[in-house]
């Protein structure tokens, strides 16, 4: 009995020794308590737009996600300092994600909205990737677009996102299908108007159905959670309704929102209970 219990003996003190040595190269190799970091219009193209802050948090890993923030502005207008309000509500709510804040280039007399910026989308998910190490945080992500903002990221989410790096899409008042009578029959409305504007005089169905996400969707689509207004003057309520019946018949995760009483965007008790959604939504599909 005493050679078994002497080798138990000398067995557990080589254990307890390998494991205080491992212990202490983890510390002082392998792990890096990070500190928060926050870099400010790194630019990712040559033009002065093409800017983006990006917020990385204390504690990040390689398992820390990313929400990217698309503003609006009907595709000519808006900048990233639109979307700081939810830069502080994820520092505040969601601390363990990373955060990138975009601009792209906005279009004007010379220079249409697409595919200029899904282009410019695509080129900061590129340098994204191409940084990843650098900012020691997962190649995943999720979106948050506003308005026009809504639609480049549902858009982008639907129809570019080869790698399915993005797993999760949000739409507030986002454009969802520019076929929609609601649009094409009404040719006063200002939404109509803007589009001609934005992609030209000759606006073909074709056209028109390539640059919406309604009929750019499919099964393999991340999961969306949609946000509308009932009084909306610029986006009617069948944008975020016939999306959502897609959605549905496609099998993609989703939820949807109508706020019967409001316009292109809210605030107070309807305010608090988008975030409290889309916050849930955020925890279940990216952290």
């Known amino acids: 009995m005493k050679p078994i219990k002497s080798l138990i003996i000398l067995l557990l003190i080589v254990v307890s020794n390998y494991s205080c040595t491992s212990d202490s190269n983890s510390d002082s190799t392998d792990f890096v308590d990070l500190e928060a970091k926050v870099e400010t219009n790194v630019s990712y193209g040559d033009h002065e737009s093409q800017t983006?802050?990006?917020?990385?948090?204390?504690?990040?890993?390689?398992?820390?996600?990313?929400?990217?923030?698309?503003?609006?502005?009907?595709?000519?207008?808006?900048?990233?300092?639109?979307?700081?309000?939810?830069?502080?509500?994820?520092?505040?709510?969601?601390?363990?994600?990373?955060?990138?804040?975009?601009?792209?280039?906005?279009a004007d007399d010379t220079s249409e909205a697409y595919p200029m910026q899904i282009n410019d989308i695509t080129a900061v998910v590129n340098q994204f990737n191409a940084n990843i190490n650098d900012y020691q945080i997962s190649s995943d992500f999720g979106f948050i677009g506003?308005?026009?903002?809504a639609h480049l990221a549902m858009l982008w989410s639907y129809a570019f996102?080869?790698?399915?790096?993005?797993?999760?899409?949000?739409?507030?008042?986002?454009?969802?299908?520019?076929?929609?009578?609601?649009?094409?029959?009404?040719?006063?409305?200002?939404?109509?108007?803007?589009?001609?504007?934005?992609?030209g005089l000759e606006l073909s169905t074709a056209f028109l159905e390539k640059v919406s996400p309604y009929h750019q969707v499919t099964e393999d689509a991340p999961p969306t959670i949609l946000f509308y207004g009932g009084k909306d003057d610029l986006v009617p309520t069948s944008q975020g309704a016939m999306l959502q019946s897609k959605l549905q018949d496609l099998g993609v995760m989703h939820e949807?929102?109508?706020?019967?009483?409001?316009?292109?965007?809210?605030?107070?008790?309807e305010l608090l209970d988008t975030w409290s959604k889309l916050k849930t939504f955020i925890g279940a599909h990216l952290e």
């Not at 000519?76 to 975009?102: H, R």
């Not at 506003?146 to 903002?149: D, F, K, R």
Request: hydrophobic share 35%.
């Open 256 to 269: 949807y929102t109508l706020y019967p009483e409001e316009g292109h965007g809210w605030t107070g008790i």
């Open 161 to 199: 996102n080869e790698n399915q790096q993005a797993k999760m899409v949000c739409s507030i008042v986002g454009p969802t299908n520019f076929t929609d009578p609601e649009y094409l029959e009404n040719v006063d409305s200002e939404i109509s108007l803007l589009l001609t504007h934005v992609y």
């Open 52 to 106: 983006y802050d990006i917020y990385l948090p204390a504690h990040r890993d390689i398992d820390t996600k990313t929400l990217i923030l698309v503003h609006g502005g009907g595709w000519t207008s808006g900048d990233k300092a639109d979307m700081n309000d939810f830069v502080e509500l994820i520092q505040k709510d969601l601390p363990n994600l990373a955060i990138l804040n975009m601009n792209y280039r906005l």
């Open 146 to 149: 506003t308005s026009a903002g």
